[in-house]
């Protein structure tokens, strides 16, 4: 099974609003990726953040964790059109095996 | 150069075909990865090589042989595919293992059909 559940499945806003991905896993982790993937693409990596951080940044991209919860939050601001892709949450299963969370699709609309 | 190259991009295959996917990065990276990706699912990890030694094989079926030459190029030799196996194959480079996970970077895929 996987390691990561993300919710929602789909998420559709309007250009400039806020997006907000969850991600929740059932094991003690190192650290948690985000990973976008546009249709039908390769993988990009977004941000990593370890188990002793609480929150990240990276330009529009705010991650948090809670250890406690078991859960991340991947939050993009004032999306743009190009954001449209899939996201997904990856935990480590050992040292070389990443699980992907089964991923949300998301759309902004113009 | 942070890139990972897969080729072919597309790949149109019967059930008694040969074929191989090619991945290469020049990164320095030497741990090295092969997934499959369903429509609408996450990828699923299939093989890692480290330091150019197969290190994980997560039960794939004996029809997918991976092969790794060097440091830099990865090979999926496929022989007697299924119509089930049809799927995007990623591939996937990182740093070595340190113990945690590491950041992985991704090619773009080849998209494979099996008829």
């Known amino acids: 099974s996987q390691q990561g559940e993300e919710d929602p499945q789909a998420l559709s806003i309007q250009e400039g609003e806020n997006a907000t991905m969850n991600c929740s896993y059932k094991t003690s982790i190192n650290n948690l990726q985000w990973y976008r993937q546009n249709s039908g693409r390769g993988l990009v990596h977004l941000i990593l953040?370890?188990?002793?951080?609480r929150e990240k940044h990276s330009g529009r991209l705010r991650v948090t964790l809670d250890t406690s919860k078991k859960s991340s939050s991947l939050l993009i601001t004032a999306s743009r059109a190009a954001d449209t892709a899939s996201y997904f949450c990856?935990?480590?299963?050992?040292?070389?095996?990443?699980?992907f969370g089964q991923g949300t699709r998301l759309t902004i609309n113009p | 150069d942070t890139e990972v190259t897969q080729t072919p991009k597309h790949l149109v295959m019967g059930m008694t075909n040969k074929k191989s996917l090619k991945c290469e990065q020049h990164?320095?990276?030497?741990?090295m990865y092969w997934y499959k990706q369903k429509a609408k699912k996450p990828p699923e990890l299939m093989f890692v090589y480290s330091y150019e030694k197969l290190s994980i094989n997560e039960s794939v079926p004996s029809r997918f042989s991976p092969e790794c030459p060097n440091s830099s190029l990865l090979n999926l030799h496929l022989h007697a595919l299924q119509p089930e196996d049809s799927a995007l194959y990623l591939c996937a480079s990182s740093h070595p293992p340190s113990g945690v996970q590491e950041t992985q970077y991704f090619g773009p895929g080849t998209r494979l059909l099996v008829l």
């Open positions: 990856a935990t480590g299963k050992g040292a070389q095996k990443l699980v």
């Open positions: 953040i370890r188990s002793n951080e």
């Open positions: 990164m320095g990276h030497r741990a």
